[in-house]
């Protein structure tokens, strides 16, 4: 039993009290290399099979700037993959557009080097981009390029690139392609024996809303990175490229050969991939197995589903066994189990390595099928359904407290009756932040209430890892709870695949980490990127290939995941207004301004000084901390506090005592109208600990 679990244990009905392949590519000698407009489209690196083409080095940067040890270094794989990393594009399938002048001077070399930045940064039109070439050109810079294809090294033609896959076209990189420039020799020098660890992320998605075409990459991202990198690529007009091995055929192949080892920069490497993220119909065809929708479809347990409502729905008890890893490889199941996965020849655990994905498990699965029943939008509304009145209260508030999230939230409170509208993200920030404000004081049911409450810490616990490696006994139980308690709340119907996997997923935060560890959330922004590239419908494949290429090619030096030291900016009177310490950012202003110490306690930074080469930050507490709510769990077991008047003595925290930024909203009443901002020292708050500092300051260390 959980360390909490005494507080929920009664019933739901009570109160709260408050080997390596020899002839995988032939060896290539690039010690003297050309320079980028020389280079002949003759040149090619000869490979075994047809969908696999040995691509420029993803490492390149403009030829003037090449550095000794980017064209000195030297890597390897085996005994039978050499390859010189150079800091120029290696062609083979394809050339570029030639300069028209060879001369160069280095003011037009230093505009052209911007220029290429700036087009790319900005997604310029070609044709616009090429106009301003002609006018630069007729305004004493002779020595730039006329076209913007030379000027951004756009590929001639992209025919030779790629291959037919069922009924679209597939184009692969290369997972080296990618590392090369991400493994710089400051990275490498704190890689711990000497593994290169990568998550691989798979999906498809739709490019266009009018035209039938879709997208499968292959993503991969060095774990601790936000930069995600394109392996592979396919485009087609069915849901799935079809042929499964085909689609892996060349990943497998060049995975087996870098788990096998291979040198840079003087160090012995071995590629490690951690886990495969991937939504449920992505994972289920990775795996070969039952779609979701299927009759015997939960990835961790034989239960059988039950068609009930229009729908696949779960019984709440059944004695089932486990998948395993073993059992997935053995393909025990029969009735589970549609043909061989191809990602079995990586000896890749098939349960232990995929794991559920949260962000459509979580927020657009679970906490999207509350809102859609709590605001009757569901056919088969229930007796709890919020009345007209209600929601016009609930959208009032949640416009009002959209003024105290820092910035580090994205997307800000609106309306719940817009919830159609929502991304993933609004919908994780009202699971994790205002809807147990919202909902509390709305005055809403209490059974719904309290089942909010049981999904709202446990799916907190699940995504903080100091709450995992404490509370995780506490999160399953309390997953089990509020999938019994939905069941009485909203009818069978509510239990479906998404709501049955709920009472897995405190076993894949134990092995992997807490949610965002192996959240698509970072995924699937790149994928927004990835249609942006697309200005029209046709060609659709041939677009991105030409501009990822483009981005490859005119890339900036190596870049290593880093964590922010502690920097201080915006002088004031008294010294500093905002310090960015790892992580997290605090700064005077209204709604960034509040943090958790060590000591648990809830402050208000005034302003920051520095003291013999350190700063401190000076501050108010609240006099008044106490428990927001006390069932499930008390919410002080979760850093959750009301808190109320502020003192006014203040006092200093040094850097090594902030825990965590907080957001702290005003907790509006039936007898107090809701204030301008936040005024008033002795005004009820609730302050909530964020549990993400941004995407900008996030490190994961898996």
Known sequence: ???????????????????????????????????????????????????????????????????????????????????????????????????????????????????????????????????????????????????????????????????????????????????????????????????????????????????????????????????????????????????????????????????????????????????????????????????????????????????????????????????????????????????TCPLTELNVKLVSEMPLEPLHLLWLGITKRILMNLLGQKRNSFQFKFSDTLKVKIDSMSEYISQFYPSEFARKPRKWTDYSLFKATDYRRIALYDGLLLLKTAGVNQHIYINFCLFSCAVRILSDQEYVDKFADDAQMLLEKFIENSISIYGKTFNVYNVHHLKHLTEDCQRHGDLESFSAFKFESHLGLLKRLLHAPGRTLPQIVCRLLEQIFNRPTSQTPQIKNVEVSIPCSKGFEEIVIPHIRVKMTAGKSFFLSTERKIVKLQYIIENCGSYLLVGHRFKKQSDFFKYPIPSSALDIYEVEELSGVESCWTVNQVKKKCVVIPIPTENQPLPKGFIGSKLKCLALPMLHGGDEYRIDHG
């Not at 062609?91 to 080097?113: H, P, Q, T």
């Not at 691989?200 to 035209?211: L, W």
């Open 1 to 339: 039993m959980g360390k909490y679990g005494k507080f929920w244990q009664p019933v739901w009905e009570k109160q709260p009290s408050g080997s390596g392949n020899s002839d995988f590519i032939e060896t290539l000698d690039l010690s003297n290399s050309y320079p980028v407009d020389e280079v002949d489209s003759s040149m090619k690196v000869k490979t075994v099979g047809e969908t696999f083409c040995a691509l420029p080095e993803a490492s390149c940067l403009q030829p003037e700037v090449a550095t000794t040890e980017q064209t000195q270094s030297h890597i390897s794989i085996s005994n039978d993959f050499n390859l010189t990393n150079h800091t120029k594009p290696v062609f083979n399938d394809f050339d570029v557009f030639e300069d028209d002048d060879k001369e160069d001077n280095s003011s037009d070399s230093i505009l052209k080097a911007a220029l290429t930045v700036w087009a790319i940064q900005h997604k310029i039109g070609r044709n616009a981009l090429t106009d301003l070439l002609h006018i630069l050109r007729d305004h004493n810079h002779p020595h730039l390029p006329l076209s913007s294809k030379t000027l951004l090294k756009t590929p001639r033609s992209t025919v030779n690139l790629f291959t037919t896959l069922g009924n679209g076209l597939f184009w692969y990189y290369g997972i080296l392609q990618c590392l090369i420039p991400r493994l710089s020799n400051q990275y490498l020098q704190n890689l711990q024996n000497g593994c290169v660890v990568i998550d691989i992320f798979v999906d498809g998605v739709s490019p266009y809303k009018s035209v039938k075409n879709v997208l499968w990459p292959i993503c991969g991202c060095i774990a601790g990175s936000w930069d995600i990198f394109i392996i592979g690529l396919w485009c087609g007009v069915s849901k799935e490229p079809g042929d499964l091995k085909m689609f892996f055929e060349e990943f497998i192949r060049e995975a087996k050969q870098l788990k096998n080892g291979f040198m840079h920069l003087g160090f012995q490497l071995k590629l490690r991939i951690r886990r495969f993220i991937a939504d449920a119909p992505a994972r289920t065809w990775m795996k070969n197995v039952n779609q979701h929708g299927s009759y015997f479809a939960c990835e961790r347990c034989t239960a059988e589903g039950v068609w009930f409502g229009n729908r696949m729905t779960y019984a709440l008890k059944e004695v089932t066994d486990v998948r395993t890893d073993q059992s997935l490889a053995q393909r025990l199941d029969t009735r589970y189990h549609k043909g």
